[in-house]
């Protein structure tokens, strides 16, 4: 069995002291961003993309894998408790977590919520082994027709999993495909865009982005409404589910946690798009579909196991083709990048300390989270009661020390606050920040294969449509794209993301 | 004509100009290439294009489909939060982490619904601290603590 074998050797990176405290510190981090309502895991990654210069490349990716996931977690502890959720795959759980926990069972839906989110842990953790080799194996034959359409394909699919107006969502796309075009060109040497600013020549730099139009855009979103949250920070007792819960959410999970994995690797999909999907599936096949919305236990498995089990599954396309599914997935390539790692198939053969010793660390992630979480609830709980005003200031504090650090520049810091102002202004039109960010790391690598496909063809572009598996790429893309555009369907799309969100 | 959906109208302008300004940037300054030996204009040029007929899709569709309006800019988080880190950035080689920290927090703080003078001054202190220990001790991030002009009386 090489499965086991490559196992092994992946708990032996995993298990080594420091690589185990920086999966602890991961998933401590993420637990408490994902409890904080307001600050996500793309903005904390991008704060500590800096600091991980200094680490090595395992022990750094183990760490921002475990904030990933250990928001997932800690997202639910606030959907449940507060109504609000601490993280955005954490809103359907607000639904019927915080009805449970103003009927008193706030302790049985925390620990549904912990228990589900671990079973879909272990489970999510053995389908990447499984299924992350034999991928990369077929992505080592793409040459750079293969690669440029399924960037084409990966987009397609951030576009149709967009919220609302689907025009804004392309339009996105290409936004950032040229704000990523910025600095030099690779291929001719020309700078491009930089308007005589010596900062551009290197290009805009993908953490001041992320940083603008995802911290700094929802602090001041959230600056504009006076919040007064109420907290059931009264005593959560009972914390073990009752038999009778335990028998109605063994298939909430198991469906939860197999609809997420799936949803997880396409391509713009990840831990939101999951936990909608499973709470939408939950409600048509649950028996007790009337309790939802009223506090069904169903409501917290479902959503909980498949948001948890989606986190973790993106990984693959990231590990096996190099091409991220989403913004947190960006980020993780641009952690490679920082580490001199060339992201894509071959890392798996030439680093398998690292692959293994990630998806190791997934394992362990969990299990410690599991551990950890249900006895330090209340902690969490207490930190809920600090307010915002004392937190965002904090925030900034460590924005700007993480994006000053980066060249230790004052530019990246107008940068930063320029797409602050730019995120501030998509939000008031409803452009949604998450394409534009996919669009904005995957502009270079686009431009450069389809360079070197035009090339190889002679400037025929019909290359993209004769080879096989680019060709299925883009059918699968315009079969989509034609899919969504259809009035029946897209009617039924802006339903669902308006019924759920 | 009116405008029944400013929401996708300004969309749409904020698309036309972007993508038509870069598009008309790289048509001027860079060489377009073949499509076989594509040249540095060539991908911002096509990508320019579609993005200004997304806008102008967008900018016709707000003429005659009914939409939401823009919801009302709040200027004062808006510009003390974006102002804070831009001082943030260019005092903390002048002033030091000390200033430059002091600046972000009061500034930041002012953007708010509520401010208090020694609610905020105990934040700042604890803040300063704590990036002095993590960020400059602990990280050995290379920032200046004190302002330049008495560097020489802080050394730790």
């Given at each position: 069995?090489?499965?086991?074998s ?13 690589n ?33 210069f ?36 954490s ?45 990369a ?13 399924l ?53 805009i ?126 980020l993780?390539?641009?952690?490679m ?59 900034l504090v460590?924005m ?6 980066l ?15 730019l ?48 060709a ?30 | ?51 200004a ?28 939060i ?29 953007g708010?619904?509520?401010?208090k ?19 400059v ?20």
């Open positions: 069995m090489e499965i086991l490559n196992l092994a050797l992946g708990f032996g990176v995993a298990l080594s002291p420091f185990l405290l920086m999966c602890l510190v991961g998933v401590l981090l993420g637990t408490l961003i994902g409890v904080l309502p307001g600050v996500g895991p793309v903005a904390t990654i991008a704060m500590l993309l800096p600091i991980t200094n680490l090595s490349p395992v022990a750094a990716l183990i760490m921002l894998a475990g904030i990933y996931y250990g928001a997932q977690y800690g997202g639910s502890t606030t959907a449940i408790l507060v109504n609000l959720p601490g993280e955005s795959s809103v359907v759980t607000c639904l019927d977590g915080y009805q449970m926990a103003r009927q008193g069972r706030a302790g049985p839906a925390l620990a549904t919520a912990a228990l589900g989110s671990f079973f879909a842990g272990c489970v999510a953790t053995l389908i990447v082994a499984m299924f992350a080799p034999p991928l194996e077929v992505a080592l034959k793409f040459g750079p027709s293969e690669y440029f359409s960037m084409v394909l990966g987009l397609v699919a951030a576009v149709v999993l967009a919220h609302g107006s689907l025009i804004k969502a392309i339009a996105m796309v290409i936004l950032g495909l040229m704000l990523g075009l910025v600095g030099t060109d690779v291929n001719s040497g020309v700078l491009r865009f930089a308007f005589g600013i010596s900062e551009l020549a290197d290009g730099g993908f953490v001041t982005v992320a940083m603008g139009m995802f911290g700094l855009a929802e602090i001041i979103a959230n600056l504009e409404h006076k919040g007064a949250r109420e907290v059931f920070t009264g005593k959560v007792k009972h914390l073990w589910p009752t038999k009778e819960d335990f028998k109605r959410i063994v298939g909430p999970v198991l469906r939860g946690t197999f609809l997420g994995s799936a949803l997880g690797i396409l391509p713009g999909g990840g831990a939101l798009l999951a936990s909608f999907g499973a709470y939408t599936l939950e409600k048509k096949v649950s028996k007790y579909s009337a309790e939802f919305g009223k506090g069904a236990i169903e409501g917290v498995a479902a959503p909980e196991s498949a948001n948890n089990a989606g986190a973790q599954t993106s990984f693959i396309p990231l590990l096996t083709l190099g091409i991220p599914s989403n913004a947190v997935m960006a993780m390539i641009g952690a990048m920082i580490q001199g790692i060339a992201p894509g198939p071959q890392v798996m053969t030439e680093r398998p300390q690292l692959f293994w010793g990630m998806i190791a660390s997934m394992w362990l992630g969990n299990l410690m989270l599991v551990v950890l979480n249900l006895p330090l609830i209340g902690m969490w709980i207490k930190l809920l009661t600090v307010p915002y005003r004392i937190l965002y200031p904090s925030i460590f700007c020390i993480g994006v000053f650090s060249s230790n520049n004052p530019f990246d810091c107008l940068l930063m606050a320029a797409f602050g102002l995120g501030y202004i998509c939000v008031k039109l409803e452009c949604e920040p998450a394409p534009m960010i996919l669009g904005f790391i995957l502009g270079p690598l686009m431009e450069e294969n389809l360079r070197r496909a035009m090339l190889l063809s002679r400037g025929d572009p019909l290359v993209f449509f004769q080879k096989p598996i680019s299925s790429f883009l059918v699968v893309s315009i079969i989509l794209l034609v899919i969504i555009a259809l009035p029946n369907i897209r009617r039924k799309r802006e339903e669902v993301f308006v019924e759920e969100t | 004509m009116a405008i029944k959906s400013p929401k996708d109208f300004w969309a749409g302008v904020m698309f036309i100009a972007f993508g038509g300004g870069m598009a008309a940037i790289a048509l001027n300054n860079y060489q377009m290439g073949s499509a076989v030996r594509m040249g540095p204009a060539y991908f911002p040029t096509v990508l320019g294009g579609i993005l007929v997304l806008g102008l899709i967008l900018l016709a569709r707000s003429l005659a489909l009914k939409g939401e309006q823009v919801a009302r800019f709040h200027f004062r988080p808006l510009l003390f974006l102002a804070a880190c831009v001082a943030f950035g260019y005092f903390l080689k002048p002033l030091g982490l000390v200033g430059a920290t002091l600046l972000l927090v009061f500034i930041s703080a002012y708010g619904h509520e401010f003078w020694k609610e905020v001054a105990i934040l700042f202190v604890v803040l300063f601290v704590f990036s002095v220990l993590v960020f001790k602990g990280l050995t991030l290379p920032f200046p603590i004190c302002p330049e002009a008495i560097e020489d009386f802080c050394r730790f």
